[in-house]
Every structure is written in C-alpha cells, then in structure tokens.
C-alpha cells in the first residue's frame, strides 16, 4: 500500500508531504494506481519551484519508494498562496485515488504545533 501523509501549521496550510510504498495494485510498471500517485505529488514539486517560485526540500528513496517535501519558510504572501492553491489540489487528487482505490492508497493528515 502507499501511505501518504500530509503535514500542516496550525493556520491549516499545508507545510510538509510524503509518500511511502507502493500501491501493490499491479506489477512494477502497470500499477495505475502507484503511476497516479507518482504524478500527483511529483508535479506539486514542479508546481512549487517553477509556479511559486520556491525552493522546497525535496528527498526521494528509489530503493524504499520514498518521496518527502518539505515547504521552506519565509516566502512572500503570494509565494504562499500559489504554493497552497498547487498543494491543495495535489491533495484533492490524492483523496480521490484513495476514495477509488481504498485497499492500495491511504492518506493520513495531521496537525503540527
């Protein structure tokens, strides 16, 4: 299964995601549910750098299928609306692959303090 996991401030902005797993859908290279998943969260990373302007941290494990993206601070207001606007359709898209596909993608959102 690929776990997911989406981080936020306490204002509910977005600040940190990741990604664990694979879906187990299909085999390596046919599983549309992995392929989706992949898309959606390595294109907020684009969205973040090339649209907002940003510079997030972004570490990737090929061996464990592992992606973790970490939001910088000290970005201006319109930095940080673009930035929210590409997460929260990134998180959209996550919600409904896991709506339609419960038993290979789950999301788990937390608060930080």
Request: glycine content about 8%; some cysteine.
């Amino acid at each position: 299964m690929t776990r997911v996991t989406i981080e936020y401030d306490p204002h509910g902005n977005i600040t940190a995601y990741s990604a664990r797993g694979h879906s187990g859908f299909a085999e390596s290279g046919r599983d549309i549910v992995c392929a989706a998943a992949s898309v959606l969260l390595q294109t907020a990373v684009y969205g973040l750098t090339e649209v907002a302007g940003t510079d997030p941290e972004v570490t990737v494990d090929e061996r464990t299928a592992a992606l973790a993206v970490v939001l910088e601070q000290g970005v201006t207001n319109e930095q940080e609306q673009k930035r929210q606007a590409i997460l929260q359709s990134m998180r959209l898209g996550l919600l409904e692959l896991q709506r339609q596909f419960p038993k290979n993608i789950s999301i788990a959102e937390r608060r930080c303090n």
